[in-house]
């Protein structure tokens, strides 16, 4: 599940991607000690996020993960998505939004619209 990572080596990526987030001290102590049904529903986002980037896909698909989100909380993770992308070639990163003006703060290189007409 984890590529064979240990806890040591986890935990530090953990922490990593939740300071960019800005969860930081107190805070992160405790959303790393609760249970993800346990967090606001913004926060259970942001650690689906987390635990994702762990993993080093190589496709990730984002549905409307910025939804809701805090202003700075949706750059930081805005932000940080950039960043997993850019970190290694061949990554893709697919942002499903409905609302285009939601898709603002992501670097994105193509968007497509559907239209019912």
Do not use: K, N
């Not at 102590?29 to 762990?54: F, K, N, Q």
């Amino acid at each position: 599940y984890h590529q064979g990572f240990g806890e040591e080596e986890i935990l530090p990526r953990v922490e990593g991607h939740c300071q960019r987030l800005g969860l930081s001290g107190e805070a992160l102590a405790r959303c790393l000690d609760s249970l993800p049904g346990l967090l606001p529903e913004h926060w259970r986002r942001v650690v689906g996020l987390v635990r994702a980037l762990i993993m080093e896909p190589r496709l990730l698909v984002y549905e409307a993960l910025l939804d809701g989100l805090p202003v700075g909380l949706a750059h930081g993770a805005a932000a940080l998505t950039a960043e997993f992308h850019g970190r290694r070639p061949g990554r893709t990163s697919l942002h499903v939004v409905t609302d285009a003006a939601a898709a603002s703060p992501l670097a994105v290189g193509r968007t497509i619209e559907l239209r019912e007409d």
